[in-house]
């Protein structure tokens, strides 16, 4: 099985900042990487698809990037509605684990 | 619009049984690869089972064995039947779609709200 490690589980950030999120893969999974975005009590929200492609109706200051173990998920300028947790996924083998997700607190 | 709806959860004992249901609209299920995926409370993303359109079935292995994925096409619903319920089982389930397929399943582009299921006597 191919599992996910996300860096950092959590941290606080400012409104305007950049901010940048890892997810390390245990094996190789060429592109096959998504990203999700999950506010409290809401179901989770797909923002980017082939580690680096924008899903359809998301923001361009999220943006996506890496291939192969190494990849990231990157807040351009930090919006109000952006406080939520980011979950990556491998989709490469089954099973298709997620990584531990990454908390985005306000400063 | 594209939407799914799901349903089913409750509160049931250790040993019990509940089966989910997860109404698609704006799509056809039978179409598409369709999963569950569940979180437990305070807890990250677990991928449960996924049917394939072809009608193909996997399952994670701390549920091999105990659930079972299904469709009614002509209901255009997607069913999760949970036998042998244990403590560990209990989350939030969502139903969810896979997107362009590539590697195993793709990405997850459409979920339900989620329906809650606590197992405790």
């Known amino acids: 099985a191919i599992r996910m490690t996300q860096s950092p589980s959590s941290f606080s950030a400012s409104t305007g900042d950049r901010v940048t999120i890892t997810c390390r893969a245990s094996?190789?999974?060429?592109?096959?990487l998504a990203w999700y975005q999950q506010k409290p009590g809401k179901a989770p929200k797909l923002l980017i698809y082939?580690?680096?492609t924008l899903q359809s109706g998301v923001p361009s200051r999220f943006s996506g990037s890496g291939s192969g173990t190494d990849f990231t998920l990157t807040i351009s300028c930090l919006q109000s509605e952006d406080f939520a947790t980011y979950y990556c996924?491998?989709?490469?083998?089954?099973?298709?684990?997620f990584g531990g997700g990454t908390k985005v607190e306000i400063k | 619009e594209v939407q799914l709806v799901e349903s089913g959860g409750g509160l049931v004992q250790p040993g019990g049984s509940l089966r989910l249901s997860c109404a698609a609209s704006?799509?056809?299920?039978?179409?598409?690869?369709m999963s569950w995926v569940r979180q437990a409370p305070g807890k990250g993303l677990e991928w449960v089972s996924v049917?394939?359109?072809?009608?193909?079935?996997y399952y994670a292995d701390s549920v091999k064995g105990r659930f079972t994925i299904s469709r009614d096409n002509s209901k255009n619903t997607l069913y999760l039947q949970m036998n042998s319920l244990r403590a560990e089982d209990t989350a939030v389930y969502y139903c969810?779609?896979?997107?362009?397929?590539?590697?195993?399943?793709?990405?997850?582009?459409?979920w339900g709200q989620g329906t809650m299921v606590t197992v405790s006597s």
């Open positions: 049917i394939y359109s072809g009608g193909s079935t």
């Open positions: 082939a580690a680096s």
């Open positions: 094996q190789g999974i060429s592109s096959y």
């Open positions: 996924q491998q989709y490469y083998s089954y099973p298709p684990f």
């Open positions: 704006g799509f056809t299920v039978s179409s598409n690869y």
């Open positions: 969810a779609r896979s997107g362009v397929i590539v590697g195993a399943m793709g990405a997850f582009d459409i």
